[in-house]
């Protein structure tokens, strides 16, 4: 029997109110009843499959109430460590509500001794208020600040690398927060991905997109970063390109950004792939060069577009092999007739090594920085 294997016989106590709590218990075979040893009070009947006996795992405190085997019992033992490990690296709005929960559900019950001053409740407290509850309060925020439109669109140029006039720009999401002021996209981007937000932030940049398109010649383009979300659901591709017939825009000029680490399931990226190009959006590999999958990638996924990360820019004249690599890449985009971008370009140094290497677009300094829609339409095309 592994060590872990716990068996009672009908009627056997499992643990007594006020033992430690040192694990808890999956039931795999069995009823359980739990009970007030004081007056017998049975609280509730688990049967096959439930867990018991966490709640002290969590704060450390003695056992609230006793569990007796209501018939022959199975149970899967689960350590202390097997809990708490996981709760520390959840999601902090996870950790945050399991603390409530847990504090709400200790107020209820006669006093149970003192709680371990390094319990996990105690962490869990300290998550609510610097994490948890704020990054809900983040998250409301947000969303008001897309109701209110002070969630912003810049556009940053991407550069013609033979003629270097300009041939599109990539939109990018800003937010200035009134408290907090200017609030990385990083963060909350991501915590829009987390959330249908997305879905909301991505209406508004490729609205403005189109907006700016009809306003530009022909021949420039608008790159656009689209999440997994985005991607999976049918109605936000539909309403961008209805948006996009509805103010005459080929939708070949919005080209959709997908990074390396979407792209981990080759069939569900290659689903993708055929929907967008089914509608006319061609797509691009954002960051590539940077994860594991760039070889397969090439194999693997048609790309209209490949984005070559900053890394290789900034390193290609430190390191003689970064400008091998390049050089690699930009000789199998060639023959593959897939197109080629340059991040991060921020010296004339930079960009004539990729012009000799025949890169097909530069993007950074070099060109422009992010920019509103007005100063966008003064530029030269």
């Given at each position: 029997m592994s060590y872990d294997i716990k068996k009672y016989q009908q009627g056997e106590i499992v643990f007594h109110g006020g033992d430690s709590s040192d694990c808890a218990y999956i039931i795999e075979q069995g009823q359980v009843e739990i009970f007030v040893a004081s007056n017998q009070t049975i609280i509730d009947i688990l049967n096959e499959g439930e867990l018991f006996g966490e709640m002290?795992?969590?704060?450390?405190?003695?056992?609230?109430t006793s569990a007796r085997a209501l018939t022959p019992l199975t149970l899967i033992e689960v350590k202390t460590q097997q809990i708490t490990n996981r709760l520390s690296e959840s999601d902090p709005i996870v950790k945050a509500l399991v603390g409530v929960l847990l504090?709400?559900?200790?107020?209820?019950?006669?006093?149970?001794?003192?709680?371990?001053?390094?319990?996990?409740?105690?962490?869990?407290?300290?998550?609510?208020?610097?994490?948890?509850l704020s990054k809900f309060k983040?998250?409301?925020?947000?969303?008001?600040?897309?109701?209110?439109?002070?969630?912003?669109?810049?556009?940053?140029?991407?550069?013609?690398?033979?003629?270097?006039?300009?041939?599109?720009?990539?939109a990018l999401s800003r937010w200035t927060h009134h408290e907090r002021g200017f609030i990385s996209p990083v963060e909350f981007i991501a915590l829009a991905e987390e959330t249908d937000l997305i879905i909301e932030v991505g209406d508004l940049v490729f609205t403005r997109a189109i907006e700016l398109l009809e306003r530009l010649p022909e021949h420039v383009f608008?790159?656009?970063?689209?999440?997994?979300?985005?991607?999976?659901?049918?109605?936000?591709?539909?309403?961008?390109?209805?948006?996009?017939?509805?103010?005459?825009?080929?939708?070949s000029r919005l080209k959709l950004e997908i990074t390396e680490t979407m792209v981990v399931d080759f069939k569900l990226a290659k689903k993708w792939l055929d929907k967008c190009r089914a509608i006319g959006f061609p797509v691009c590999a954002d960051d590539?060069?940077?994860?594991?999958?760039?070889?397969?990638?090439?194999?693997?996924?048609?790309?209209?577009?490949?984005?070559?990360?900053?890394?290789f820019i900034r390193n290609m004249f430190k390191s003689k092999r970064y400008e091998i690599i390049l050089q690699s890449i930009a000789q199998m985009?060639?023959?593959?007739?897939?197109?080629?971008?340059?991040?991060?370009?921020?010296?004339?140094?930079?960009?004539?090594?990729?012009?000799?290497?025949?890169?097909?677009?530069?993007?950074?300094?070099?060109?422009?920085?992010?920019?509103?829609?007005?100063?966008?339409?003064?530029?030269?095309?």
């Amino acid at each position: 029997m592994s060590y872990d294997i716990k068996k009672y016989q009908q009627g056997e106590i499992v643990f007594h109110g006020g033992d430690s709590s040192d694990c808890a218990y999956i039931i795999e075979q069995g009823q359980v009843e739990i009970f007030v040893a004081s007056n017998q009070t049975i609280i509730d009947i688990l049967n096959e499959g439930e867990l018991f006996g966490e709640m002290g795992v969590l704060d450390q405190s003695p056992r609230s109430t006793s569990a007796r085997a209501l018939t022959p019992l199975t149970l899967i033992e689960v350590k202390t460590q097997q809990i708490t490990n996981r709760l520390s690296e959840s999601d902090p709005i996870v950790k945050a509500l399991v603390g409530v929960l847990l504090k709400r559900f200790r107020s209820m019950l006669p006093n149970q001794g003192m709680v371990s001053k390094n319990s996990l409740l105690d962490q869990v407290a300290s998550v609510i208020e610097q994490a948890g509850l704020s990054k809900f309060k983040l998250e409301s925020e947000l969303r008001g600040a897309i109701v209110e439109g002070e969630v912003q669109t810049v556009f940053q140029p991407i550069s013609n690398i033979s003629s270097q006039k300009i041939a599109g720009f990539e939109a990018l999401s800003r937010w200035t927060h009134h408290e907090r002021g200017f609030i990385s996209p990083v963060e909350f981007i991501a915590l829009a991905e987390e959330t249908d937000l997305i879905i909301e932030v991505g209406d508004l940049v490729f609205t403005r997109a189109i907006e700016l398109l009809e306003r530009l010649p022909e021949h420039v383009f608008i790159n656009i970063n689209v999440s997994s979300k985005q991607l999976d659901d049918d109605e936000f591709l539909n309403r961008v390109k209805a948006k996009a017939k509805a103010h005459a825009i080929n939708p070949s000029r919005l080209k959709l950004e997908i990074t390396e680490t979407m792209v981990v399931d080759f069939k569900l990226a290659k689903k993708w792939l055929d929907k967008c190009r089914a509608i006319g959006f061609p797509v691009c590999a954002d960051d590539f060069g940077t994860g594991h999958s760039g070889m397969e990638q090439l194999l693997e996924l048609d790309f209209d577009v490949l984005k070559v990360d900053q890394v290789f820019i900034r390193n290609m004249f430190k390191s003689k092999r970064y400008e091998i690599i390049l050089q690699s890449i930009a000789q199998m985009a060639q023959a593959l007739e897939t197109k080629l971008v340059a991040e991060g370009i921020e010296s004339d140094e930079e960009f004539q090594m990729l012009k000799k290497l025949g890169f097909d677009f530069g993007q950074g300094y070099f060109f422009g920085k992010p920019m509103s829609e007005e100063n966008a339409l003064k530029l030269s095309f």
